[in-house]
């Protein structure tokens, strides 16, 4: 099974339709798929559900889509760095799941590995414990949390075979191995390709199995969101 597409565009092919759920893997603009992102927004499909940990920014990343206002609601956990996110949220356009990080990855985890709901403490007593079942553990409050899985998921890796066996590298695989768990079909933006069987099978970080498409995106911009440099 060839899973190596000619570039993005070709990589979407098919996949996406109206009112879909997509996760999309990166945090803030680290590890995000670029080119996918791009080539989503080219699509022209609208009423999306975007499951990420955040946004992307003005211009940028899932910004991009709120500007064309492809997307309808996110489920997101930090949201602070896109004026337009907040326009659009604070004028009722936009549908908000807002849950906290730690969960947010959980819920992600959860629904790839099938299980779905789970017990965490994080939230009780908040809003964010509003209409949901609470428990007892040890003494302990909980609130069940239900998993979240999604029609598509894209995620960016550094370098794949051609079986789809990912590495990710170091902070850039954030949100991405669990977006990729989640989505009922994965397509993943690498930078380098190489011959099945070149990995370290102890080295990988999400085996083949959870990918489905490839695009090869050797040059990513990588824009910095914020930088820091001394006087």
Same mark, same amino acid.
């Given at each position: 099974?060839?899973?190596?597409?000619?570039?993005?565009?070709?990589?979407?092919?098919?996949?996406?339709?109206?009112?879909?759920?997509?996760?999309?893997?990166?945090?803030?603009?680290?590890?995000?798929?670029?080119?996918?992102?791009?080539?989503?927004?080219?699509?022209?499909?609208?009423?999306?559900?975007?499951?990420?940990?955040?946004?992307?920014?003005?211009?940028?990343?899932?910004?991009?889509?709120?500007?064309?206002?492809?997307?309808?609601?996110?489920?997101?956990?930090?949201?602070?760095?896109?004026?337009?996110?907040?326009?659009?949220?604070?004028?009722?356009?936009?549908?908000?799941?807002?849950?906290?990080?730690?969960?947010?990855?959980?819920?992600?985890?959860?629904?790839?590995?099938?299980?779905?709901?789970?017990?965490?403490?994080?939230?009780?007593?908040?809003?964010?414990?509003?209409?949901?079942?609470?428990?007892?553990?040890?003494?302990?409050?909980?609130?069940?949390? =239900?998993?979240?899985?999604?029609?598509?998921?894209?995620?960016?890796?550094?370098?794949?075979?051609?079986?789809?066996?990912?590495?990710?590298?170091?902070?850039?695989?954030?949100?991405?191995?669990?977006?990729?768990?989640?989505?009922?079909?994965?397509?993943?933006?690498? =930078?380098?390709?190489?011959?099945?069987?070149?990995?370290?099978?102890?080295?990988?970080?999400?085996?083949?199995?959870?990918?489905?498409?490839?695009?090869?995106?050797?040059?990513?911009?990588?824009?910095?969101?914020?930088?820091?440099?001394?006087?």
């Amino acid at each position: 099974m060839n899973k190596i597409y000619p570039n993005a565009a070709h990589a979407l092919e098919g996949l996406v339709q109206d009112g879909m759920t997509i996760a999309v893997g990166g945090f803030g603009l680290c590890g995000i798929p670029e080119q996918l992102i791009g080539a989503l927004r080219d699509s022209g499909k609208k009423d999306l559900t975007a499951i990420s940990n955040n946004a992307g920014v003005d211009g940028f990343g899932l910004g991009l889509l709120l500007e064309t206002r492809q997307i309808s609601k996110m489920i997101s956990s930090y949201v602070g760095e896109n004026k337009e996110f907040e326009r659009q949220y604070l004028a009722g356009e936009l549908a908000l799941e807002f849950t906290p990080q730690g969960t947010l990855a959980e819920k992600l985890r959860a629904g790839g590995a099938g299980i779905p709901a789970f017990y965490t403490r994080t939230g009780y007593g908040t809003l964010v414990a509003e209409g949901k079942e609470t428990r007892q553990f040890n003494g302990e409050w909980y609130v069940m949390e =239900e998993s979240l899985t999604a029609d598509l998921a894209l995620v960016k890796a550094w370098k794949a075979d051609k079986a789809g066996n990912l590495l990710f590298r170091k902070t850039a695989r954030n949100f991405n191995p669990l977006a990729a768990m989640a989505g009922e079909v994965c397509v993943v933006e690498v =930078e380098e390709i190489v011959e099945t069987g070149e990995l370290d099978p102890d080295q990988i970080h999400l085996p083949g199995i959870y990918v489905h498409r490839i695009v090869h995106n050797p040059n990513p911009e990588k824009r910095i969101e914020k930088r820091t440099v001394r006087s």
